[in-house]
C-alpha cells in the first residue's frame, strides 16, 4: 500500500500534484455524441474514459429517431418528448456529465447533443476559486462552440457548459482521482465549513455567451479515519471535485448546506432555467405537455 501523503490543510493555491489532476492536459477530447440511437451508450462510455484518439474530435455523429431508449441508456431517463418533434431549439451539453444529464431533464431541458471539450483546467497564479469556476465554463463553451458551429443544422443551437469548484477557504481542491487524493481532501474537509463554486455558461443562438455563478457553503461532520476508509471503498469519490459526491453517501456528512444543492451535485437549477428562458427555450409549453404526476 502506497504511503499516505499529509493531508492538504495549508495548502495554497494547489498542490502541484491536484493541479495535476485538474489540468486534464493528458486528456483528450470527448466527441459529439448524439443523445439518440444505438451508438449513444458507447459515446457515454467514452466521456467517462475517453479513448486515446488525439485532441481533434470525433465527426459529429447524425441524430436518429429513437431518443428515448437511447437516454435511457445512458442515464435511466426518458426525454420530455421525441427530438423528431422539432418544437424546441436544439441544445447541446458540453459536459459528460451524468448527473447534468438528469438535472437538464428535471428542469424540462433534454440535450439532443452531448459533446465535452477538452480544455486545460489548471488554475492560473493566485487565481480565487470563484474566477476559477466562471473561467473554466467560459472556456468550455467557447470551446464547444467552435465545434458544434461546423456541424449543419447546429449553427444557431443552444450550448450549455458548467464548472464545479470545491474550496475550503483559496485552497482548491482537485477532482479526485486517486484514493490518495481524495483520503486528502476527506481529512481537510472533515469538520470544516467549505464553498462549492458552480458557474453555468450557455451560448445564444447569436452566440453570445450568457453566465451565471452559484455559491453555496456546506459543513461537513467530523470524520474519523474508519469513515475515511469505508467511504473511500466505496469509490463513489472518483472523479469527484473534492473527493465526495453530495447525492451519495457523502450525504451522510453534511451537517448544514447553505445555498444550491443541485449546484453541489454539478449544475444551478435556478441559473440554468433563467438562462434557458431568457433565450426562448420552451420550458413551460414542456411542463404543460409532460406532467410529471
Known sequence: MAKTKAPLKGRRPLPQKAAAVISGVEKKAVPFAPVAGAGV?????????????GNEAAPFAPEVADSGAALAEITGLTPLFPVSEGKRPVLVLASASARRLQILQQIGAVPQHIHAP??????????????LAKRLA???????????????GLEKALILAADTVVAVGRTILPKAETEEEARDCLRLLSGRTHKVYTAVSLVSARDKIHHRLSESR???ALLRSKTIAAYLASQEWQGKAGGYAVQGRAGNFILRLVGSYSAIVGLDM?????????????LFEVWQNNPLC
Open 118 to 131: 477538452n480544455i486545460d483546467e489548471t488554475p492560473k497564479r493566485g487565481e480565487h476559486p470563484r474566477s
Open 138 to 152: 467560459r472556456e468550455k463553451a467557447e470551446t464547444a462552440r467552435q465545434a458544434v458551429r461546423q456541424v449543419p
Open 41 to 53: 451508450a458507447a459515446a457515454a462510455a467514452k466521456h467517462k474514459k475517453p479513448a486515446d484518439t
Open 218 to 220: 456546506v459543513r461537513f
Open 270 to 282: 435556478a441559473g440554468t432555467y433563467d438562462l434557458l428562458l431568457a433565450q426562448n427555450y420552451p
